[in-house]
């Protein structure tokens, strides 16, 4: 096939999307002179092949899925998505055309103006539609159920008649699918559209069988009955072949079909499944393979059929099925199945003369030959009796790329083939092919021919460089997201495998206090350090969020929380990222304690795998996506927790005395609070001389006692987990820098030895923290129990309450550690216990009914209840119990 190159000739350039036309909704019609074209969107072009202009354009009310022709009639039934098949008059279309448009187009222009067709034009209105196709008389459909696609029959009108349909008469369940997901209540487009086509028998009585659409095809008896059965060619009737999206090719027999409405059986006995592709179909078709057969259609009259003894079938992804009629060792007819795998995806195809069939890839076209092997398997058996399929197939380019969409027109000269094509770029374009020389010889080019010689080298050098670099773009975009997914293979593996212990790829979080526009903020500093042999590149993704408790006060609300994504931009083994973000105070100008801060690391397959199947360059060769969004996982990508930190109110203190006098910090502006806007009210300015300043602080510090919280703590289990850091230091200094350990002032804490200090909370109000030991003789019969006892004092009792938090959540962690050690208490008295645990659950009964009765009292008698109230929590905050 050396000598059939092509020669392309640009006829007009259509209008198409910025991404380019997506293939399996163009469509391209050939008629005489004439040519129909469909670039999936809502118009229908019709060019004028001699006049090479395009004359006409008709804007339907959806988008066009399918064309099928019905020459005899002069009809053109137009399937539009979500709306119906529609059907138009040749006839009417010449003329309207010719009154619109008299003078010159010129290449690539749309006509003077777009013809809307309207609902009068409607045949058979129906949203589920997604496929049809036309015989004389019958419109045949497939409807796409819920759960099961359905072919149906109807009485086919005129065009130019009543625009409905006559009445359905025949219809049966084929199999059941999966629905494409979508939108509730609006059903997604299929993204891949089932193929209908019409087989007969060369007997066939029908009426005006000529008057069939142009998916019908004539085979011969042998391989009809073979295919289709004896009741099939008993009936001399037509058979429907369907291809579906899974890959199923079914057949019904069009006569039972009609006879089964009046006469109802088994469904299922009409349908045969034929083959399995076992991926999507997007073209069926018949075929001449015998070479005496292609001789004697040479001689066919012009009104009679040309009968076909192969039946081809494509699937998107390449695999190619091919049926025909051939003899066995036994010297009988059977059906012969080859099943070839040919460069995939394909876009479109296309069966033409002397056995050869074409199809589009996204980076060629090519062409099948498959009368080659022909001949009889057997040269016992009769040379007028078929021969085989060839063992293997071949494809020869034709060096054009992008084709969404291809017909084989029936002007070609003597001894060739002539394509009529539509590229993705919206190009209509014919190809032409001569095909009975078998290898380029030399030829005796005359002058005049020698320019255009030249432009058709040019243009197909031109060509096969476009289309190396697409393919060289489409490998170098998929080596390196193969090299991304390797590296995240690595990294995925080396921090799931090190639970314990150091992680290569760590996470640490530090809080601190900074000035920002006048004004004071709470800043946690995230430090990611790479310690791993990897390297984090494109895709990776350090994601922080930041969820903040519910107000202390207001027990009603609810936490938030905040996620801050920060790109990870090549991140080498050894290199550090840090990232701060503000804590506080929020836009009500409070904090809200304690904060989590949780960092993970999130790799984007969208981002990297996304844009290998889908190049950047998508507007030049939108078929290297072959929609990205299937091929991925639901997952979005995989997230990979590396730590989880909590910011306390021990964490956020602020101590101005321990600051030298030149770096105190300046006083906190707390946010208004309703006590002091009281006690301001209660200070009076014309006070008399000598007397002492009553500011709100006095003023709260004399007339409403600071809260206290206090928790005891076994010496000698404070002693067993502060080891370290116990030895030389009383324990009372030991344990306020163990609980101050995460504050950025507890190197000074540590330096002068502090068993107490006085600090300042995020909202201006101070907190003192007292350690002390004690001695607690009712517990143990043995003696005094040597403890520590943790006091926290404030005026602000929400403060007392996160402070008492963080020193709780201090100590479960120390207790749930020296448990794992299998250190044991020592001998108590269960009764005091029991007492102490009774005492506590009638106070808990009691904060109950208070909190009751604030409900259903009035504000005058609720304050005495509030009172008793706080009186009861003071004492829930001071127990007698020692943690041991």
């Known amino acids: 096939m050396a000598g059939a190159a092509p020669r392309v000739q640009y006829l007009a350039g259509l209008c198409c999307p910025l991404g380019g036309l997506a293939s399996g909704k163009p469509r391209v019609l050939c008629h005489e002179a004439e040519a129909f074209l469909s670039t999936g969107s809502e118009l229908v072009y019709v060019y004028d092949l001699e006049g090479g202009l395009l004359t006409a354009a008709y804007r339907f009310p959806g988008q066009v899925w399918y064309l099928e022709l019905l020459a005899p009639r002069r009809a053109l039934y137009v399937l539009c998505a979500r709306k119906g098949i529609y059907c138009l008059s040749l006839d009417h279309l010449s003329r309207r055309s010719t009154s619109q448009d008299d003078g010159d187009s010129e290449d690539g222009e749309l006509p003077s103006s777009v013809i809307p067709v309207g609902p009068d034009a409607c045949v058979l209105p129906d949203a589920s539609l997604c496929a049809f196709t036309v015989l004389d008389g019958t419109l045949v459909t497939l409807v796409q159920g819920p759960t099961q696609w359905k072919m149906q029959l109807f009485e086919c009108p005129c065009p130019g008649g009543d625009p409905q349909p006559g009445g359905q008469i025949g219809e049966v369940e084929l199999s059941t699918y999966t629905p494409p997901a979508g939108v509730p209540g609006k059903p997604a487009d299929p993204r891949f559209l089932p193929v209908l086509c019409c087989m007969s028998p060369p007997a066939s009585r029908a009426p005006h069988r000529h008057l069939w659409g142009s998916g ?62 076992e991926e999507p179909v997007i073209f069926m078709g018949a075929l001449k ?95 007028e009796g078929p021969g085989g399929l060839p063992p293997l197939l071949c494809p020869a380019s034709l060096s054009a790329c992008s084709v969404v969409t291809l017909s084989v027109s029936s002007r070609a000269p003597e001894g060739g083939t002539e394509l009529l094509a539509l590229s993705a770029k919206g190009r209509l374009m014919t190809c032409s092919l001569d095909l009975n020389s078998e290898a380029p010889g030399l030829s005796v080019v005359s002058r005049a021919n020698t320019g255009q010689k030249i432009k058709e080298l040019l ?93 202390a006060l207001d027990l009603d609300s609810a936490g938030s929380a905040t996620t801050y994504t920060i790109p990870v931009d090549q991140l080498s083994p050894g290199s550090q990222r840090e990232v701060t973000l503000p804590l506080g105070p929020g836009e009500n100008g409070t904090f809200d304690l304690p904060v989590t801060v949780s960092c993970t690391l999130f790799y984007s397959l969208r981002e990297v795998v996304g844009r290998a199947l889908a190049p950047s360059d998508s507007f030049e060769d939108p078929f290297l996506d072959e ?34 006098p030149c770096t105190q910090a300046p006083p906190l502006r707390s946010p208004a609070d309703p006590v002091d806007t ?35 703590v076994s010496a000698e289990l404070l002693r067993a987990a502060l080891e370290d850091s116990c030895s030389g230091v009383p324990l009372c200094c030991a344990t306020l820098q163990w609980l101050l350990a995460e504050n950025a002032a507890v190197d000074v804490v540590r330096a002068r030895a502090l068993s107490s200090i006085q600090g300042v909370a995020p909202d201006g109000a101070d907190i003192h923290l007292i350690v002390r030991e004690v001695a607690v003789t009712d517990l143990c019969p043995a ?57 506590h659950e009638t106070l808990l009964r009691e904060v109950q009914a208070l909190r009751d009765r604030l409900c259903m009292e009035d504000e005058a008698s609720s304050c005495t209840t509030a009172q008793r109230l706080l009186q009861v929590y003071k004492q829930l905050r001071n127990p007698s119990l020692v943690l041991l």
């Open 678 to 712: 009281f006690l301001e009210a209660c200070w009076e300015p014309g006070r008399e001389p000598g007397s002492q300043p009553v500011g709100p602080a006095s003023l709260r510090a004399a007339y409403l006692p600071p809260s206290v919280a206090c928790i005891k």
């Open 783 to 839: 003696g005094p129990i040597q403890v520590v006892e943790i006091q926290v004092e404030s005026s602000s009792l929400a403060d007392v309450c996160r402070a008492h938090h963080a020193v709780i959540g201090r100590m479960q962690t120390m207790v749930t550690q020296q448990a794992a050690q299998g250190s044991s208490p020592p001998d108590l008295r269960v009764q005091y216990l029991r007492q102490i645990h009774a005492n």
């Open 459 to 551: 243009s197909g050098i031109g060509t096969v460089s476009e289309r190396v670099s697409f393919l060289k773009k489409a490998v170098d975009q998929r080596n390196k997201a193969l090299t991304s997914l390797n590296e995240a293979m690595n990294v995925s593996c080396a921090l799931l495998s090190s639970r314990e212990g150091p992680k290569p790829i760590s996470c640490t979080t530090t809080t601190a206090w900074s000035r920002l526009q006048m004004q004071d903020m709470l800043t946690a500093t995230c430090l990611l350090e790479n310690r791993s042999a990897f390297r984090l590149g494109q895709g990776w993704t350090l994601c922080v969020q930041v969820l903040t408790s519910s107000s």
């Open 216 to 277: 019908s095809f004539t085979l011969k008896e042998a391989l009809f009955g073979l295919l289709f059965g004896v009741d099939a060619t008993l009936l001399e009737s037509p058979v429907i072949l369907c291809g579906l999206p899974d890959g199923q090719l079914c057949s019904v027999v069009l006569k039972a079909l009609v006879t089964s409405r009046s006469a109802p059986g088994d469904p299922k006995a009409l349908i045969k499944i034929l083959h399995h592709l």
């Open 289 to 383: 393979t015998e070479p005496k057969a292609e001789e004697a259609a040479e001689e066919t009259l012009p009104g009679e059929d040309v009968h076909f003894d192969c039946l081809v079938a494509l699937g998107h992804y390449g695999r190619m099925l091919a049926i025909k009629a051939s003899w066995d060792k036994a010297g009988n007819l059977v059906p012969e199945l080859r099943e070839y795998c040919l460069p995939g995806p394909v876009l479109c195809a296309a069966c033409g003369g002397g056995g050869r069939v074409y199809h589009s890839t996204p980076s060629d076209l090519c062409m099948v030959d498959l009368a080659r092997g022909s001949a009889p398997l057997d040269p016992t058996q009769p040379e």
């Open 627 to 660: 929609d990205p969004p299937n091929v991925l996982p639901e997952q979005e990508g995989i997230c990979l927790p590396l730590s989880r930190h909590t910011v306390d109110l021990l964490q956020s203190l602020r101590f101005p005395s321990l600051a030298p």
